[in-house]
């Protein structure tokens, strides 16, 4: 079968999936409107098929000019850029696809769904918005929208199950594809008899590394007093992309608080590390921490349950859900640094616990996070679609 992927951009989190795809046998296509500058393309190389000369002017004038001080500004494209028209349509024709996969509710998916709608391929909208979720709004900008959208939705984040929420007829859960990469008997632990704490994101302000490396220091305030025997040696290792001004400047700001606070020693400050160097990172570390909060949906703790790693992650996580509390690893208040400080310490101090719960992070990923899964769902949406029942 022919499968074609059409997004923003061509992310980390999509590797797996290709690879379950090819290594089928099915012929896989993505096309991306721009390109990250740190990517895995081992398996599928994008066409980066970019914006309309038109978006393009919008675009500098927008994010450059209007908006040149917000650092948020360069999303504006994911919603609203759209494509080079004639170019898209003789990519999605030329190739034929059994089922097409588009990100977001966005100009560039809309214009892409009315191709595919009219030469009758069968199209799934692939997006972040929980599974349990509030009715559609009315106004006539989101009719227009929903109207210019597929059907079928799937969603990695499953939501919170409260008054005002439901799961929709065609929405289903497709959780993020990790394929198990380090059995908990096949890797060691603690080198130099110290905890290695990893936190990978880019250099963001929500990202919370100031608020991490401010828990981190409780630690070692308490290591010096009655409970430090519990503890025993810390380091801590940021890796994340600073590519863009914004990036940059808060990385500094990063470097600064650890010389500041005498740190050097304990934490290294990586970045734009390359996707085929990441598993010595995951191989040295012995917890993962993601403090970041306004996050939609990461699959960074599922690698790192990947790898045997328990993870200490914000409840306000999209996905949250893929760490279970107490057994995979620990979540912690959003936002809630005193919070991140106990389970810091509730994690580092009991390095049985830890193997334990790295242990079941593995075991979680082989048995909830596997591609098979992936592929029946999307099978599935793609038979209701063919059968006429949506």
């Known amino acids: 079968m022919k499968f074609l992927y059409i997004a923003p951009r061509y992310h980390t989190n999509q590797t797996d999936i290709m690879k379950g795809l090819t290594s089928h046998g099915h012929e896989v296509r993505f096309i991306s409107h721009y390109a990250a500058l740190i990517e895995d393309y081992s398996c599928v190389t994008p066409i980066v098929l970019g914006y309309s000369k038109l978006y393009e002017l919008i675009d500098f004038l927008y994010v450059k000019v209007i908006h040149r001080k917000d650092p948020e500004a360069i999303v504006f494209k994911i919603q609203h850029g759209f494509p080079p028209m004639r170019k898209l349509k003789k990519l999605i024709c030329e190739f034929a696809p059994d089922l097409v996969i588009l990100r977001e509710r966005s100009m560039y998916s809309m214009a892409a769904y009315l191709v595919c709608k009219r030469k009758g391929y069968p199209c799934i909208l692939y997006n972040q918005n929980p599974l349990w979720s509030e009715p559609f709004k009315k106004d006539i900008v989101h009719r227009a929208v929903n109207l210019l959208s597929p059907k079928m939705r799937m969603t990695p984040v499953v939501g919170e199950k409260k008054p005002g929420t439901a799961i929709r007829e065609n929405d289903y859960f497709v959780p993020f594809v990790v394929n198990p990469q380090r059995a908990p008997q096949e890797r060691s632990y603690f080198e130099d008899d110290t905890v290695h704490i990893l936190c990978i994101g880019k250099y963001e302000i929500r990202k919370h590394h100031l608020m991490l490396l401010a828990a981190v220091e409780k630690l070692l305030e308490k290591r010096s007093g009655e409970t430090g025997g519990q503890i025993g040696g810390i380091r801590v290792t940021l890796v994340g992309?600073?590519?863009?001004?914004?990036?940059?400047?808060?990385?500094?700001?990063?470097?600064?608080?650890?010389?500041?606070?005498?740190?050097?020693?304990?934490?290294?400050?990586?970045?734009?590390?390359?996707?085929?160097?990441?598993?010595?990172?995951?191989?040295?570390?012995?917890?993962?921490?993601?403090?970041?909060?306004?996050?939609?949906?990461?699959?960074?703790?599922?690698?790192?349950?990947?790898?045997?790693?328990p993870v200490i992650c914000s409840d306000k996580n999209g996905t949250a859900c893929y760490v279970e509390d107490g057994v995979t690893g620990y979540l912690f208040g959003d936002c809630d640094q005193a919070d991140l400080e106990q389970k810091l310490f509730a994690m580092v101090s009991d390095r049985d616990g830890m193997k334990r719960m790295g242990a079941a992070g593995y075991h979680a990923v082989v048995e909830k996070y596997n591609f098979d899964r992936y592929y029946e769902t999307i099978m599935e949406m793609r038979e209701r679609q063919l059968c006429g029942k949506n």
Do not use: G, W
């Not at 050097?264 to 598993?279: A, D, F, L, Q, Y």
């Not at 403090?291 to 349950?305: D, I």
């Open 241 to 309: 992309e600073a590519t863009n001004r914004f990036q940059k400047d808060y990385c500094e700001q990063v470097r600064q608080y650890v010389t500041e606070h005498r740190m050097e020693n304990i934490v290294t400050v990586k970045t734009n590390v390359p996707r085929s160097e990441m598993e010595s990172e995951y191989l040295a570390a012995d917890v993962y921490v993601i403090p970041s909060t306004r996050e939609m949906a990461s699959v960074s703790q599922l690698e790192a349950m990947s790898y045997s790693l």
